[in-house]
């Protein structure tokens, strides 16, 4: 008998790590793996693109649970995934990173004594407003096997007495990022006011910004005056959370420097790393991404996610107001080919194989 993994994943970051990893799980004759998708991200664009993209198995279910607050959409992904586990009855469970569908996974498979793997164990922001850490650490000390990116956070993990189920693997983004950086290609761009084309130009920087902590209209209204004042453009794929706040906040003040489009997909995404000038970001996935392109990177939050990125001036911490943002992006960085601490590219078979070794 097969070993049954369930993959419960919700949101854009997971869907990239889960590709992988299911990629290299389909080779193993003695796993049999299937996915729940809980639905928290659901336009085309950030969900069913990336499964087109990156040949992701469709899942098994689409629960649809989005939106609310965070106690609303975590509630109704725990009863759905419960009843999911009791109907399917998987020897594991599989979760990735922080989001709230991995959280109620967790949460859902532990109180039915069914085992949890947690991929990007250890990553500590310290930061007890920022929910993705509470969600990291809950998921943590749930776990049954924790899984690290990096060094550090394995020894996060060990600072925590969890050392005892936990070891690094190297990071599944870095192996999606090895695979597909070659297959980029640029991203079809559209205006979020009207639709209308937006043709990429030669030189741009390349902006995300979606966490709770900036989507206040003050702190937007400073990241997009720093954008304003740059050489070149900035484009700006914006996440349905902000499309209201960015759109009011382009019709008050002219941004014409800022490019806000459409969520774009995961290759197109790639190739905006790769060709910018330097990336701007709230997202762990990004500043990663910028890394492995070596890409200069400036985020735009108070804590680090990954202290492994903050060397060299790679990635700097920007407070998101104009002087911060530009004062971080002035800086140049160096870039040390020989320093690669998210693993060699075979994160995904190393999963695997502590998959293996814990459960088969
Ligand atoms: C979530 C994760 C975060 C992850 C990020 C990746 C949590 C707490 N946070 O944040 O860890 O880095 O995903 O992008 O789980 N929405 C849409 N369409 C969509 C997706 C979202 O309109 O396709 C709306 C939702 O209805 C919601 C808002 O955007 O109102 C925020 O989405 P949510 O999934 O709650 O959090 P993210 O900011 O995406």
């Known amino acids: 008998m097969a070993l049954e993994v369930m993959t419960v994943v919700g949101a854009r970051p997971q869907f990239i790590k889960a590709a ?22 659901y336009d085309y664009n950030m969900s069913e693109a990336f ?5 992701i198995p469709a899942p098994v279910v689409n629960l649809g ?12 992904m725990l009863v759905a995934l419960e009843k999911c586990m009791l109907e399917m ?23 039915l004594h069914i085992p949890v793997v947690h991929v990007e164990a250890g990553a500590r922001t310290r930061s007890k407003t920022n929910p993705e850490e509470i969600n990291r650490v809950c998921t943590d000390h749930i776990a049954s096997l924790l899984l690290a990116s990096t060094e550090t956070g394995l020894d996060n993990l060990k600072a925590e007495g969890l050392i005892e189920h936990s070891c690094f693997t190297g990071d599944p983004m870095y192996d999606a990022y090895l695979k597909n950086a070659s297959l980029a ?9 009207d639709g209308n084309t937006v043709t990429l130009p030669q030189g741009f920087y390349y902006l ?5 902590e900036n989507t206040s209209p003050d702190v937007l209204n400073a990241i997009l005056e720093a954008m304003n004042t740059l050489d070149f453009p900035v484009i700006y794929p914006v996440h349905p959370r902000n499309r209201a706040k960015v759109l009011e906040a382009m019709e008050n003040k002219a941004f014409g420097n800022v490019y806000a489009v459409n969520p774009i997909g995961y290759l197109g995404s790639l190739y905006l790393v790769n060709h910018a000038k330097q990336v701007v970001t709230d997202s762990g996935g990004l500043q990663r991404e910028a890394f492995f392109a070596g890409v200069k990177c400036t985020t735009l939050l108070d804590f680090e996610v990954w202290p492994e990125t903050m060397v060299d001036n790679r990635n700097l911490l920007a407070s998101p107001t104009r002087a911060g943002i530009l004062n971080a992006m002035q800086s140049s960085q160096h870039v040390d080919p020989d320093y690669l601490p998210f693993g060699d590219g075979h994160a995904a078979r190393n999963i695997i194989e502590e998959i293996t070794r814990s459960f088969i």
Not at 24 to 30: A, D, I, T
Not at 51 to 55: I, P, R
Not at 185 to 193: C, E, F
């Open 185 to 193: 290609k640029p991203p079809v761009l559209s205006n979020i006011d």
């Open 208 to 212: 995300t910004c979606h966490r709770e």
């Open 51 to 55: 499964f087109e993209e990156l040949s």
């Open 65 to 76: 649970i989005s939106g609310g607050s965070h106690a609303e959409m975590t509630s109704a």
């Open 89 to 111: 009855g998987p020897n594991i469970v599989l979760l990735y990173g922080d989001t709230n569908s991995t959280l109620a996974a967790a949460l859902a498979a532990s109180k």
């Open 20 to 41: 992988v990893v299911s990629h290299e799980m389909s080779e193993y004759s003695k796993i049999h793996e299937f996915l729940i998708h809980t639905g928290q991200h």
